[in-house]
Structures are given as C-alpha cells and as structure tokens.
Nanobody, 115 residues
Framework: QVQLVESGGGLVQPGGSLRLSCAASGFTFNSYIMSWYRQVPGKERELVATIGSTGSTNYGDSVKGRFTISRDNAKNTVYLQMNSLKPEDTAVYYC?????????WGQGTQVTVSS
C-alpha cells in the first residue's frame, strides 16, 4: 500500500521557518521524482519545488532563495525547509511522487503564516 504522509505544518510568524517532511512507503522511493506543491482555496495547485532521483532540484519563482528541498533515500523521506516565510506562503502543502507506473499524492499539511 502506497503512503505519503506529510508533517511539520503549523502556524508561524512572518519571517519564521518551518520544515516539512513527507514519509513515503509502498514504492521504490529512490527512483521517483519528489515534489512539493501548495494550494489555497479557489486557486490551482502550485508547484513549489522538485528533486530528482539523483538530487537535482528546481524551484518555483516565488520561493527561490527561501525554500530548500532535500531527500533522504535511506529514510524514504523528502523535506522542505522553508525560511523567511511570508503571509502569501499560507497554503496546504502536498507531497507528490512521480514515477512509473503512476504518481502519488499525500493528504497535505496546513501552513499558516500570520502574526
């Protein structure tokens, strides 16, 4: 059974930091491209960051220089370190695994940036 379980969300003040984790099971984690997306009500899901199976990374323009994606293949876990958080970063953050034969999504974790 495939599972992607996100954790680490919560309430943080502007300028603060959070680290999200996504623990994966049920598929060959180290061969999958892992991504973080986010979504606010009424808007499309937005790509935040991607990390390839070999560690190459890509970021959305709105988070470049503030967020860092990483993965630990020994722990089947992908992380998103979020620094210098802004109110506009408030969203539900989802983990996605892309590979063969299909992609998988986690259930999401809420991040709220507010004073």
């Amino acid at each position: 059974q495939v599972q992607l379980v996100e954790s680490g969300g919560g309430l943080v003040q502007p300028g603060g930091s959070l680290r999200l984790s996504c623990a994966a099971s049920g598929f060959t984690f180290n061969s999958y491209i892992m991504s973080w997306y986010r979504q606010v009500p009424g808007k499309e899901r937005e790509l935040v960051a991607t990390i390839g199976s070999t560690g190459s990374t890509n970021y959305g323009d709105s988070v470049k220089g503030r967020f860092t994606i990483s993965r630990d293949n020994a722990k089947n876990t992908v992380y998103l370190q979020m620094n210098s958080l802004k109110p506009e970063d408030t969203a539900v953050y989802y983990c996605k695994a892309l590979g063969w034969p299909r992609s998988y999504w986690g259930q999401g974790t809420q991040v709220t940036v507010s004073s």
